[in-house]
């Protein structure tokens, strides 16, 4: 489960406990719709400071949880890792800030660059009581994603949920913008099957721009699953806080929020020879695991009793992990 840390989930009730819960629900409902129609924005999305607090009431917990999970499997894949800043592009109020710092406490000077004031309004004050130092002193800016603009520079730079809000046309120029001068560069959107796309194609721009993957893919190649026919997507479970539920109008204690992601690098990484695609199928002696593998995919890989502790391994392996086919 991916919690959310005790100082922003604190700060997180108190900014919310500022707004009417029937104003807070009308703006969720309203942006609930508005990210379901998935087509990039003409203006912006959050388009009052309830908004923003809705926002950040019912979406920022999720983000987090899919923002950590990336960099938390990036890290793994890359422990000589120690990012020192990073830069969050259309960052909202601040979550892979948040995840960022969860999982490198290297990281000392944070920035973001967001184009609604009422978000970064928000992202400060959820961050002033932040115990990290980093998220507490990050630099808030007020602009837009332009290619034309000056280059983010960072160890990491991070882009979570905001391309598909980009127009469709201009965003392998926002790819190549944000890795021309990025040591590693992690993009999330949601994991849908246009979310999906979306990374498939910042993928191959970054391999095409000689970065290497580091997450999810175990090899630079072309991806191998066929468009449209299945997508490759994660999944990161989170509780819902009492306030959050009565937001959601949910009566699950947790959710799972899906992601597609692609993080990439300037060092080649450790790579495993295979990554879990789905909730591998546990049977009665035998699990079946649906693979990338670097030989293309591998659906319903069955390792079974007989493989010992190859298969006690399978059996506590979960969907996104990195697995060894030797
Ligand atoms: C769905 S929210 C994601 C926020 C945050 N990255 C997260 O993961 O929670 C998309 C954010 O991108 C910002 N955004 C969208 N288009 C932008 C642009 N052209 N320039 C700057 N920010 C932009 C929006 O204002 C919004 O805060």
Not at 165 to 192: C, N, Q, S
Not at 244 to 262: N, Q
Request: proline share 7%; hydrophobic share 45%.
């Amino acid at each position: 489960m991916a919690v959310l840390p005790d100082d922003l989930s604190s700060a997180l009730d108190d900014e919310l406990g500022k707004h009417p819960l029937a104003r807070l629900t009308q703006s969720v409902d309203r942006l609930s719709a508005r990210y379901r129609q998935g087509d990039a924005a003409t203006s912006p999305i959050l388009g009052s400071e309830v908004d923003v607090a809705a926002y950040a009431g019912y979406r920022m917990p999720a983000t987090f949880a899919a923002v950590h999970a990336v960099l938390a499997e990036a890290a793994s894949r890359a422990p000589g890792f120690a990012p020192r800043t990073q830069i969050d592009v259309g960052g909202g109020t601040g979550a892979a800030v948040w995840a960022a710092a969860e999982v490198w406490p290297s990281l000392a000077q944070c920035t973001v660059l967001e184009q609604v004031a009422g978000a970064i309004g928000l992202g400060k004050r959820l961050a002033a009581g932040a115990g990290h130092a980093a998220v507490r002193d990050t630099q808030w800016r007020r602009g837009l994603v332009d290619p034309a603009g000056p280059t983010p520079e960072a160890d990491l730079v991070t882009l979570s949920y905001v391309l598909g809000e980009l127009p469709e046309a201009g965003r392998p120029d926002v790819v190549r913008w944000l890795a021309a001068k990025a040591g590693t560069v992690a993009l999330i959107e949601p994991g849908t099957p246009a979310g999906f796309e979306r990374i498939r194609a910042a993928r191959a721009e970054l391999v095409e721009l000689g970065l290497h993957v580091v997450a999810p893919c175990p090899h630079d190649g072309a991806c191998p699953i066929v468009a449209g026919a299945d997508w490759c997507h994660f999944a990161a479970r989170l509780p819902r806080s009492g306030l959050h539920r009565r937001l959601k109008a949910g009566t699950l204690g947790f959710e799972d929020e899906k992601f597609a992601y692609v993080v990439a690098s300037r060092q080649a990484p450790e790579r495993p020879d295979a990554r879990i695609i789905r909730h591998p199928k546990k049977h009665k002696g035998w699990v079946a695991l649906d693979l990338c593998t670097t030989d293309g995919l591998k659906p319903g890989v069955a390792v079974s009793k007989k493989q010992g502790p190859k298969y006690r391994a399978a059996r506590d392996a979960e969907w996104g992990d990195s697995w060894s086919t030797n």
